[in-house]
């Protein structure tokens, strides 16, 4: 749930982005066309950057432009949010790596799950769900819920795949007890 609502507010202050640009527009006497081509070129980038860049994005420790996985428009929202924390430069790291997990997850979701990215994109999603956790950008039970549905893509045979799913939680501070029959 509060994974939904993060994407849901990210949504919200894409749109308001968009809303803005429009007013500007219209107060400033602007083209009205302006608002639309920026939209579509917003769109068509994230299709791009879906393609291109975001398969192999991996987790930043500094920034210091705008990664290449992340709209314009997107860029100025997350620097604008992190000019409002302290620190700036810590929060705008945290926020640009939530929203490259965020996209991961959502363009993973969209992928056949046979097909050989969207395996390496669950390794890789696998191995930042700790992390998330930590920064509480994802409670327990959503990093497992991820965890479980990630592994049952990657791991076949069951009882690999119910260790897998047992060392991936111990990751998160989950631990699944088995019970022998």
Do not use: C
Request: net charge negative; glycine share 0%; charged share 15%.
């Amino acid at each position: 749930m509060m994974y939904k609502n993060k994407i849901i507010a990210l949504l919200s202050i894409t749109a308001i982005m968009f809303i803005s640009v429009w007013i500007y527009s219209v107060v400033t006497k602007n083209d009205l066309a302006a608002p639309v081509t920026l939209q579509h070129t917003a769109v068509k980038d994230v299709a791009v950057i879906s393609n291109n860049t975001l398969l192999n994005a991996r987790p930043v420790v500094q920034v210091s432009q705008q990664p290449t996985y992340i709209t314009e428009i997107e860029w100025q929202v997350l620097q604008q949010i992190a000019q409002q924390k302290s620190p700036t430069e810590e929060a705008l790291v945290h926020l640009v790596n939530n929203l490259r997990f965020v996209k991961q997850v959502e363009l993973w979701h969209s992928l056949v799950k046979t097909n050989p990215e969207a395996q390496a994109l669950a390794e890789l999603l696998l191995t930042d769900i700790p992390t998330r956790v930590q920064q509480q950008d994802l409670d327990q039970q959503q990093a497992q819920q991820l965890q479980q549905e990630l592994i049952s893509i990657l791991t076949v045979d069951a009882n690999a795949r119910h260790q897998r799913i047992t060392t991936e939680a111990k990751r998160i501070g989950v631990t699944i007890e088995i019970e022998s029959h």
